[in-house]
């Protein structure tokens, strides 16, 4: 798994989908700091690669003192990178963990989240998988927390039964973004309903093989 999703962050050097969509991510993130009450600013991510869309919201950003992160990712090499840049920009406040974000518990200790990250996840799993994580998603959430999530547009396009999940989950829809030129969309749903407490270990998603996974069956998408 390390070296292909070492590769996959090269997508980010150049003019791509991914690098849009990148872009959208870290302007989604940014109006949710703007919009955070005074105070802290918990954050999780899950599958944060090296975590660029967090750290690049938050570079020179007024708020970025405030926010507490945790950066849950399995690569090695790309939480080594994450960490580097950490240190390069001077973050105090963020940690990354490399370990499994598959389960709930890889969150105890750093939710309640007034912002959770779901980006490149939904184009890799099963649709069973996206429905279990959004219905989870109360529960590493604190009230009125945002969730800034992604995917691919691709046939069968499944982002509008994705926004009824966040509805059904108890989420309003604050942004939903195509990408431009790309089948790429980057969703940012607010927590309506109550949260809920985090379970003990539950499992949210599976990483399908590469071959099998939804975001592979279709040429430039960015997951
Ligand atoms: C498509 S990339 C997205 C990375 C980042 N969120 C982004 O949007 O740039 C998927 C990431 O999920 C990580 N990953 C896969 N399964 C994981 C798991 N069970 N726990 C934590 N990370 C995982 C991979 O190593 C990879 O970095």
């Not at 020179?60 to 390069?88: F, I, K, Q």
């Not at 309506?192 to 939804?214: D, Q």
Request: hydrophobic letters at 35%; proline letters at 7%; aromatic letters at 6%.
């Amino acid at each position: 798994m390390t070296d292909e999703w070492v590769e996959w962050h090269r997508g980010y050097e150049q003019d791509t989908n991914q690098s849009r969509r990148l872009a959208t991510v870290i302007q989604l993130i940014r109006q949710a700091l703007e919009a955070a009450p005074p105070g802290p600013i918990r954050v999780v991510s899950l599958c944060a690669g090296d975590g660029r869309d967090l750290l690049g919201a938050l570079s020179a950003h007024p708020r970025s003192d405030d926010v507490r992160a945790r950066l849950v990712e399995l690569d090695p090499e790309l939480v080594h990178r994450g960490e580097e840049r950490l240190r390069r920009d001077g973050t105090r406040g963020v940690e990354f963990v490399q370990g499994d974000a598959s389960t709930t518990e890889a969150f105890e200790g750093a939710v309640p989240a007034d912002l959770v990250l779901v980006c490149g996840v939904f184009g890799n799993v099963t649709d069973e998988d996206v429905r279990n994580t959004i219905s989870h998603l109360p529960e590493l959430s604190a009230a009125g927390a945002t969730v800034i999530w992604t995917r691919g547009r691709f046939a069968p396009d499944l982002t509008p039964t994705i926004r009824a999940w966040f509805r059904d989950a108890g989420f309003d829809e604050l942004s939903f973004v195509p990408v431009p030129n790309s089948t790429a969309s980057v969703g940012a749903h607010r927590l309506r309903a109550p949260p809920r407490r985090l379970p003990s270990s539950t499992r949210l998603f599976t990483f399908l093989p590469k071959e099998a996974r939804p975001s592979e069956q279709h040429t430039g998408s960015a997951g």
